[in-house]
Each structure stands twice: as C-alpha cells, then as structure tokens.
C-alpha cells in the first residue's frame, strides 16, 4: 500500500513497523501484541532480524513470592546440577498438572469420549481460491514442501473430486511412541467454477466437517471469484471463530493497480472482523523496503505474496524474490487461539527462512503461548523442549 493510501486513512488505523532485528522487551512489548496505544509507541530503526516477543513478566523475579529459595538457590548451582534440580521440578508440576486435568476429564466425561480425543488429535487449514492461482505453491512455500498427498475424509466423499488433502510432515522423530498430532492442508483446486451456487454449500460442509484452525482464500487479477459467494464463506468463518486470511498471490504480476483493486475488495469483506490496523515489516528490497500485512483485529489478516522468485521476461529479467511468507506465517501464529497455535507451528515447521529469523526467540514463543507452569518459565533453558519435543526437538535438530 502507497504512503498516500497510508496517509489518508491514518485516523482509521494504527501502523506498526516490524524490524527484522533483534528488539528489547522495553521498546516492543506492546508493539508486537497489537496493543500498541499511540502513534509515539514505535520501534527501533535499523536492520536485520525480526523475532517474536517475549514478556518479561513470565519470568520469575526474585523480589516476586513464586520465587523461593530453592530457586534462587538453583541459579548459582553449575549447570548440570541446575538442570537436574530443574527437570526432577518440573517432572512434578507436570505430574500433578496431568493428574488434576485428567481428573476433571473423568469427572466430566466418559472412558471413550477421553479416548476418541487422545486418537483424533489433529489440526487442519483449508486453502480456497480458483484453480492456477498459486495455492500449491503457497503450500510448499508455508510448509517447506513438507507435505505428501492424503486419503480424503470418508465424510467428505462427495467432494473427493474438487479436494485435495495433504498431510503435513512433522518433526523428525521415527519413534511412535512419541506421540504427535497431525496436520492436514486441504485444497480446492477442483473447484473450476466459483460462480456456481452449489460452491458455497459444499465448501460450508467441508468447513462444518474438518473444523479448521485457519481458512486462507487465495486471490488475484483475473482470477477473482464472486465477491457475495467469498463474504458467505468467510461470515460464516467469523461466525465458527476461525481465522481468515485474504492472501493476494503473485504479488510481482500484473499491474499494481490491478493488485490493489483486488485487496480493496477483499478488505472490505474483512471488515467486520475488527478494527483495521496495518502491520510494516522492513526488507532487504531497496525499491520497496516494507512489505505490509493489514490485520482486523486478531480473525482475519489481507496480504500479498510472491511464493516463488518471479521473473517477468516481456518488462525485465530482474528476479523478484520470494516475499511476504514470512511474514504471513508469523501474523497467523501471533493471531491464533493457544488451542489451535500448536497445529500452526507444526504445519510450518519445514519453513527453514521463518524459523532462522526468529529462532533465538523460538523458546520465548512457545512459552508464550504453551506454558502456564512457573518453574518452566523460571528455568526454560534447562528443558522445556523435553516438554513439547514434538515441536522444539525439530527447532533443535534443524537449527541449534
């Protein structure tokens, strides 16, 4: 978006800008959350890294009750002794964590249903938008071509033909008795005709049936289906509290004019979602240097993207890099319930770009949104990935 859209509509919106360095947690606490409150509040000014936040307030201070002697004394401990004190702690929060939560489970629910939940376990996001609009592409992009072909739901038969299930490979592990859930990208690349009424039905079935974490509509000039069948679906998503993303692929092709004219129209189904507010990210590009995701509160998010490096042979042979997906990924997993963030990060754990630029931050986030436990916050240095290994021991392996 050109600084003279940013102007006029700067009484409407908050921007922030978002730097790909590492930040202090005085300057960007607020920032990073969203709940910036004035246009004063901003961030440092120089390249690099971006990385997510982390809250000083989950640590424990030594002035604060939580933090007993045991504690205090643990820190001036040498490493190895320090690490066992933490994990024998933390071994015990968790058992009687697990035991009261598993105690509430049976006082509310029967053998069965507690069993159809540990067996089920499993995350998905559904991918709409015409056919050859760059959706696999995205997928690939966001997944770091983790993914391989799945059977489709047997309560999905007929849509067989106009869906496609792939199933997200996750972590490196080969144990099974490392249990993990699983996530399924599901796309509709066999829908040709999206002025077809039926279109809205089916895909509201598939939406009542998979129950996804997040929905992301793929758009472009040209390509665009019916502005009332897309606001039926994604209502509907508001509606369920799924989270929508508006992604304009091929962001290098086409006009500018074209592009823009296809978000406007996108934004204004969005709308409703909440209140507008434009997030900046800086870039390595010297001609255009921000690269925007505009956000509605935190259920939906409009953005454009180049999945692959673009090349236009008729205008230029300068290759456009890959761009936005990064950025994209991160808007997504900052915006997703604690419920449904476990399935993001596991879907994008392939994405090897996303990861290195916020992996000194990679333990921050997970705590963040997972953790609930004091002495895991105290001590998450000395262990935590031996409480989410599903996640961390692929962080680990691929860049520790």
Known sequence: MNN??????????????????PITNENNANAFDGHSTSDEESLPSSPSNFQLPISEEKFLDPNDEGFTEQSIDSIT?????????FMANRDNELKRTQIAVEQAMINNAYENEIQYVKDTLEFNILLMGAPRIGKSQLTNALTGNKIHKAQTSSSLESCTQ??????????????????????????????????????????IHVIETIHPIAVIYCAAPGTFAKLHQVDIILNYCMYKSIFCAAVITNMWSGTREARLSVQNDLEKILERFGPRKILEFDTNDPILRKHEVIMYGDKALCTMVNSTPFVNLDLSSIEKPIRGIDELTYCIMQSLAEDKVRGWCQAVLGNRSFWQKIRHQTYGFVLEKYSQLPIIAEKLQYGLEKVFSDVLNTLTTLFL
């Not at 792939?166 to 592990?173: D, H, I, T």
């Not at 099974?176 to 829908?191: H, L």
């Open 4 to 21: 003279e859209v940013v102007n006029e509509q700067q009484s409407e919106e908050t921007t922030i800008t978002f730097l790909f360095e």
């Open 77 to 85: 401990e040498d490493h190895s002794t320090s690490s066992l004190n």
């Open 162 to 203: 106009r869906l496609e299930r792939y199933e997200v490979k996750c972590g490196l592990s080969n144990d099974s008795s490392n249990e993990q859930s699983k996530v399924f990208i599901w796309d509709t690349k066999g829908i040709e005709n999206w002025s077809d009424d039926n279109v809205v039905r089916e895909l």
